[in-house]
Nanobody, 116 residues
Framework: QVQLVESGGGLVQPGGSLRLSCVAS?????????LNWYRQAPGKEREVVAT???????NYADSVKGRFTISRENAKNTVYLQMNSLAPEDTAVYYCNTKIYGLEYWGKGTLVTVTS
């Protein structure tokens, strides 16, 4: 079993910043796994926001390019999502995700609300 626990969400004004964290534990060799951040806004489908490979190559959804940065700290089994220039449309529950041997694992999510 793999456990993913997100934190760092909250209420922020437009233009503000937040940093999300996701700590992995359990049956995972963290350094060899890719990790992903997804989000799900009210009434919308879950979408991928950012991905990072085992060798730290990154990819981003067009909607967050230039504003969000995904990174990883293998010594802490942690993946981060730095979010800058936040806008109301970034309001969503943000989920950490990884796939290991064909099995997909999700955290419970952390809520980000962007409002004035």
């Amino acid at each position: 079993q793999v456990q993913l626990v997100e934190s760092g969400g909250g209420l922020v004004q437009p233009g503000g910043s937040l940093r999300l964290s996701c700590v992995a534990s359990g049956s995972i060799i963290f350094r060899i796994n890719g990790l992903n951040w997804y989000r799900q806004a009210p009434g919308k489908e879950r979408e991928v926001v950012a991905t990072i490979t085992a060798d730290s190559r990154t990819n981003y959804a067009d909607s967050v390019k230039g504003r969000f940065t995904i990174s990883r700290e293998n010594a802490k089994n942690t993946v981060y999502l730095q979010m800058n220039s936040l806008a109301p449309e970034d309001t969503a529950v943000y989920y950490c995700n990884t796939k290991i041997y064909g099995l997909e694992y999700w955290g419970k999510g952390t809520l980000v609300t962007v409002t004035s």
